[in-house]
């Protein structure tokens, strides 16, 4: 869907901003606004006042700066993937040409904001090194941290925010800041969990893993095959060692390029595995899955670490899509037979995709520099993802509270920065306890003095 547009005529307010910028602006009506103001999510329809297409730092300081003198609400996109909002009237900033990445042997990268893990996974192979990415590796690195960070191996080694050295941010006040935990504290606090709420990461320097290879991939079975794998799954969870994180998805895929045809139009059960270690302890390990029936697919093996992004094989094409996620305290034989009731084969769910993710291990030690990301005590979280013309949208997303209502007996009772876009200011209000999230509320008083980010998921004050 294309973002609204208003009336095209170039303003003298805008042509200022213009001048100064080494990178390009662009206004309604103008080539490469409708591009670079599209999210992801085809379903969010965007209309900035105008979209400055980044072409360094300078430039990001140089915008926050304009909108201010000029009364502008400010956001932020690299990728899309966590937009949510209308962006009405706002001044939009696109930094996917901050695309610098630096790798060092040594074990530490640094990267642009427009940077995806993609290109990480790519630099960091020839090193034997892992940078902790998510799911998705088309994902931008700062997008993905400032959110926590939650990945296929968070069990093992925690979250991806936890890693990070420093920060370069563009805050509310017009300042380009390098933020480590000395030099800002609470800004390097807010900053890794608090999402785009405190200003424009420009570079994200964090630590990778000397970790070449891990054993990994994903079992599908097939619709006959569901109830088994769903309640052999819940059950199987507790006895897994950190070095192990599962996730297992209920799927329904359409026919379409990249989806398997054993797969496509069917309802399946994919259980995705990550093992850290000896090849044939990940093997041992997940052979109580495998004896749950013949899979339609057996894609777990060893496997160089920056295919990571095949455990999950998430979809890198913009769509339509509504989205609803909760935290559960408890996935146990009870919840998973709820949950297959609410969305198992057989139930008509219009549902693309319920997906349950086992938390646990690493991930519920706090760090040793406290960061924002809250909620490290949840033992699962529960994701749906439904993809479908905007008018259908609403009745996906009814059906997907009303999923989530049946778990409530396993409720957690919160949710997650980078699953909660679309909750908008109550989803990530949801995503802390009370005390972090009143922190996060009083940061931009001192470094957004003017609000310039209320458009972002902290309350305008």
């Known amino acids: ?50 979209v400055l297409e980044a072409a360094t730092p300078a430039d990001v300081v140089r915008a926050v700066r304009f909108a201010a ?81 939650i990945g296929p191996m968070a069990r093992t080694f925690g979250a991806a925010s936890d890693r990070v050295r420093a920060f370069d941010v563009v805050t509310g006040d017009g300042r380009l800041r ?17 999402k785009s709420s405190l200003g424009i990461i420009t570079a ?46 209920l799927m329904q895929l359409p026919p379409m390029p990249g989806v398997p045809e054993v797969l496509a139009g069917k309802f399946t059960a994919a259980v995705r595995y990550v093992y850290v270690g000896n090849p044939d302890d990940g093997a041992r390990w997940l052979a109580p899955m495998r004896a749950v029936g013949a899979p339609l697919i057996d894609a777990v093996r060893a496997m160089p670490y920056s295919m990571i992004g095949l455990v999950h094989s998430d979809p890198e094409d913009a769509l339509p899509a509504t989205e609803a996620s909760c935290l559960l305290a408890d996935f146990s034989p009870a919840a998973a037979q709820t949950l297959l009731e609410a969305v198992g084969p057989g139930t008509n769910s219009p ?34 993802v439904g993809v479908a013309a905007p ?27 980078n699953f909660s876009a679309s909750g908008g200011t109550a989803g990530f209000a949801d995503s802390y306890t009370p005390e972090v999230f009143e922190r996060l509320t009083r940061l931009p008083r001192h470094y957004d003095p003017d609000a310039l980010f209320r458009l972002g998921q902290v309350p305008a004050r």
């Open 1 to 50: 869907m294309e973002p609204r547009e208003k009336p095209s005529g170039r303003t003298a307010t805008f042509d200022a901003l213009r001048r100064t910028v080494d990178g390009a602006l662009f206004e309604p009506g103008e080539p490469g606004y409708g591009e670079l103001a599209t999210p992801w999510n085809l379903a969010v329809q965007t209309s900035p006042a105008a």
């Open 69 to 149: 003198a000029n009364g502008l609400p400010v956001a932020v996109q690299a990728t899309g993937h966590g937009i949510a909002s209308d962006l009405d009237g706002a001044l939009l900033i696109h930094t996917r040409r901050l695309d610098g990445c630096t790798v060092s042997a040594e074990g530490w990268a640094r990267t642009g904001a427009g940077v995806t893990w993609k290109t990480v996974l790519a630099a960091c192979a020839e090193h034997g090194l892992a940078g902790l990415c998510g799911s998705a590796p088309g994902v931008s690195v700062a997008g993905y941290t400032s959110g926590g960070g």
């Open 178 to 194: 390098q933020v480590t935990a000395e030099t800002e504290p609470d800004l390097f606090w807010g900053l890794r969990g608090g």
């Open 204 to 249: 994200t320097e964090f630590d990778l893993l000397p970790l070449p290879v891990i054993y990994a991939g994903a079992l599908f079975f097939g619709a006959e095959s569901v109830a088994a794998a769903t309640l052999a799954w819940s059950d199987w969870c507790p006895t897994l060692p950190p070095g192990a994180t599962t996730s297992l998805a």
């Open 351 to 384: 549902q693309l995709l319920v997906e349950i993710r086992q938390f646990g291990g690493a991930l519920s030690e706090e760090p040793q520099i406290a960061s924002a990301l809250c909620h490290r005590g949840a033992a699962f979280g529960l994701y749906s």
């Open 391 to 417: 008018p259908e949208l609403p009745a996906i997303a009814g059906h997907a509270a009303g999923m989530n209502a049946s778990m409530g007996r396993w409720h957690f009772g919160a949710s997650l920065p």
